[in-house]
């Protein structure tokens, strides 16, 4: 190695618009490390050729993007590289979504039931009857996102292996998920009522009911913003003189792998007395 066909860290700071206090730290986490040190002076010396990964270390650093997934994202070839910049952007997106919702909902709490009814719209619609396949649980709110994903999967199963979905699946909350309680909550995937005597599973019947329901997207749906679309329901339902009838709901319309954010997801409802 040639130290004529190296820059001097003072040099390749400039042309890569790093600081030197920059280039040292990435050589201490093994990103950019120098290509020669001077066994004398301790002076790092890159190769010209290391301009490319230390402007794309900068860029990355742009996003925000820890020094651990930079890391991973020089490691690999290009189009893998790709790849690892859409999740982690993918990601990003998602927890702005998440916080912007968790603003919103901060903004209609303090505003009380005023603001929730300004932010929600609220619908009424008549439900048939439903046999629905059902599994039910006693959750925290840390396990419940993972449980229902379980229990979904697993009456999916059964029900497609049985003529199908006969409506949408739907979560129900006999008591509250907070820090001090855990439900129940059941998990309902309707089916065919012909074929009730065929299911290996629990089934019940979901009696007709009139219902009060807000769209929310599926950001709204993370915890603890949901509670805002469940408040403005029961706020919604105070306002006309309107009875609950039954536990609240969540029924999920959307296929969540293929859901942006943004994106309507599912409704909040809740059952009245005719």
């Keep these: 190695m040639e130290e004529e066909a190296l820059l001097s860290i003072g040099a390749f700071a400039r042309r890569a618009r790093l600081s030197h206090k920059a280039l040292r730290l990435y050589d201490r986490q093994g990103l950019l490390p120098p290509d020669h040190v001077d066994p004398s002076t301790g002076y790092r010396y890159y190769r010209e050729s290391r301009l490319g990964a230390a402007r794309l270390i900068v860029r990355l650093r742009g996003l925000d993007m820890p020094l651990a997934e930079v890391g991973a994202v020089l490691a690999v070839p290009a189009p893998e590289a790709a790849r690892l910049v859409a999740a982690y952007w993918d990601g ?21 039931d005023e603001g929730n009814l300004d932010m929600y719209e609220i619908g009424q619609r008549e439900v048939p009857e439903q046999l629905v396949l059902t599994e039910q649980r006693h959750v925290t709110p840390q396990e419940l996102p993972d449980w229902i994903d379980a229990a979904l999967g697993r009456l999916a199963a059964v029900a497609h292996a049985n003529g199908g979905f006969f409506g949408h699946p739907f979560v ?6 907070n820090e001090d309680s855990d439900g129940p909550v059941e998990v309902c995937v309707p089916v065919d009522p ?7 599973v629990a089934s019940r019947t979901e009696p007709a009911h009139a219902e009060a329901y807000t769209r929310v997207t599926k950001a709204q749906v993370a915890y603890p913003h949901i509670l805002s679309a469940y408040d403005a329901v029961y706020a919604w339902a105070q306002s006309e003189a309107r009875t609950t009838s039954a536990a609240p709901r969540e029924i ?19 059952p009245l007395a005719h």
Excluded: M, N, Q
Excluded at 172 to 177: A, C, F
């Design 194 to 200: 012909a074929r009730a005597a065929e299911f290996p």
């Design 92 to 112: 990003v997106e998602r927890r702005h979504a998440a916080k912007r919702e968790l603003a919103a909902h901060l903004h209609t709490h303090l505003l009380g």
């Design 252 to 270: 999920y319309f959307a296929d969540w792998s293929e859901t942006a954010p943004t994106d309507p997801a599912c409704d909040i409802a809740v």
């Design 172 to 177: 129900v909350y006999h008591g509250e998920v």
